[in-house]
């Protein structure tokens, strides 16, 4: 089968497409014929080594993907042969079939189409696992009734999903970005853009929220954001930190940490076992797929290339123009 491997390390020039073994489902797992797969941040710093795939799973690109299910692994008894998934995979989905662990994988929500479907996965479950079953954002606007958020990334694609799922949910949102452009984009998901080469997001915060502050951040930003997430926090705020694209070190004022009795979480999905993502895509499905189907939560694909311009569809997700997802489809009649 077709396959995009971890080889060389750079820009987006050493992605190729390669011929590797196709995968057989193991006791647990299904196989998917893909039918496309999502790009996502960490599979840049995988290109750049700097985010090699956990231990024991393959070096084929990709954390998320959608398609037909082609065989079952022994075990496997909810799912058959034929089905529409998307999977929230640890690798793999730069590719034109994968095995991955069947309570890893979902139905595809009403509405949206098989190829947009391969955005959703690892968006959905970084944002509900670490909204909802850490930061402890309510899975019912009742329990966010008066509640704000501040989403650091907001145009990207967490940052999109973030958005719309915390509209969904009753909280009042604050997303940051970096253009006029990527701002409307906010605006028109129902959230406060904060364009931070323009404003001081802290004073933004402060001034709407009459100097409470926000009980959540969704910080992707990490070190250089620190000290500003805390002042920006409210009492008993809590803050996920899910990347440091502004440097992983920073100081902390641990008398306001107190004083503010903050809760200042970091997590990764990606290593978590299969047992902890099984979880996470329970959830998912109970309260973000309904919303998904409903169309109060919305798939935004920007771009979609074919996976024989996997090189170009990274150099264009480098370029930081997208908003939303962008997306590898397969070439059509794949073989084995
Ligand atoms: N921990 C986990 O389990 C986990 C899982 C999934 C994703 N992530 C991380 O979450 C982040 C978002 O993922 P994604 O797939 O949505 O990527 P993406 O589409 O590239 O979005 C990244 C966003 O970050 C913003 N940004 C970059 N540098 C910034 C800075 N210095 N200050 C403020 N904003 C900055 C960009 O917006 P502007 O251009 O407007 O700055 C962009 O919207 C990535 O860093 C990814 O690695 C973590």
């Known amino acids: 089968m077709k396959a995009v491997v971890e080889k060389e390390h750079g820009d987006a020039g050493v992605l190729e497409i390669t011929e590797q073994q196709r995968p057989t489902p193991q006791a647990g797992q299904i196989l998917i014929k893909v039918m496309a797969a999502g790009l996502n941040r960490a599979d840049v710093l995988q290109r750049q080594g700097h985010y090699p795939p956990p231990a024991g799973e393959s070096s084929v690109y990709g954390l998320e993907a959608s398609g037909v299910?082609?065989?079952?692994?022994?075990?496997?008894?909810?799912?058959?042969?034929?089905?529409?998934?998307?999977?929230?995979?640890?690798?793999?989905?730069?590719?034109?079939?994968?095995?991955?662990?069947?309570?890893?994988?979902?139905?595809?929500?009403?509405g949206v189409s098989l190829v947009e479907a391969a955005g959703i996965p690892e968006v959905v479950a970084t944002v509900y696992s670490n909204l909802c079953m850490v930061a402890g954002v309510g899975e019912d606007p009742a329990d966010n009734q008066g509640k704000s958020i501040l989403i650091h990334g907001g145009s990207g694609g967490i940052g999109a999903h973030a958005i719309e799922l915390c509209v969904a949910l009753?909280?009042?949102?604050?997303?940051?970005?970096?253009?006029?452009q990527k701002c409307d984009f906010i605006r028109s998901m129902g959230a406060h853009p904060i364009n931070y080469?323009?404003?001081d997001f802290v004073e933004v915060i402060e001034r709407e929220t009459d100097g409470a502050g926000v009980n959540y951040i969704l910080d992707v930003v990490g070190g250089s954001y620190?000290?500003?997430?805390?002042?920006?926090?409210?009492?008993?705020?809590?803050m996920v930190t899910i990347a440091v694209q502004g440097g992983a070190?920073?100081?902390?004022?641990?008398?306001?940490?107190?004083?503010?009795?903050?809760s200042l979480h970091g997590r990764t999905l990606r290593a978590q076992?299969?047992?902890?993502?099984?979880e996470v895509m329970q959830g998912v499905q109970r309260v973000v797929v309904p919303l998904i189907s409903s169309g109060a939560v919305s798939v935004h694909v920007d771009r979609v290339f074919d996976l024989d311009d996997v090189a170009s569809a990274h150099e264009y997700f480098d370029s930081g123009q997208h908003t939303g997802k962008v997306l590898l489809k397969?070439?059509?009649g794949i073989s084995s």
């Open 197 to 199: 080469r323009d404003e």
């Open 170 to 180: 009753g909280l009042r949102v604050f997303a940051t970005a970096s253009t006029a």
């Open 249 to 262: 070190k920073g100081e902390l004022n641990m008398a306001r940490m107190m004083q503010k009795r903050l």
């Open 330 to 332: 397969m070439s059509e």
């Open 273 to 278: 076992s299969a047992h902890a993502k099984a």
């Open 69 to 110: 299910v082609e065989e079952i692994g022994e075990g496997v008894h909810a799912i058959s042969p034929g089905q529409e998934v998307m999977a929230l995979l640890a690798s793999g989905g730069y590719a034109e079939y994968v095995a991955v662990d069947a309570r890893q994988t979902l139905p595809v929500p009403h």
């Open 226 to 238: 620190l000290d500003a997430n805390t002042r920006a926090l409210a009492v008993e705020g809590a």
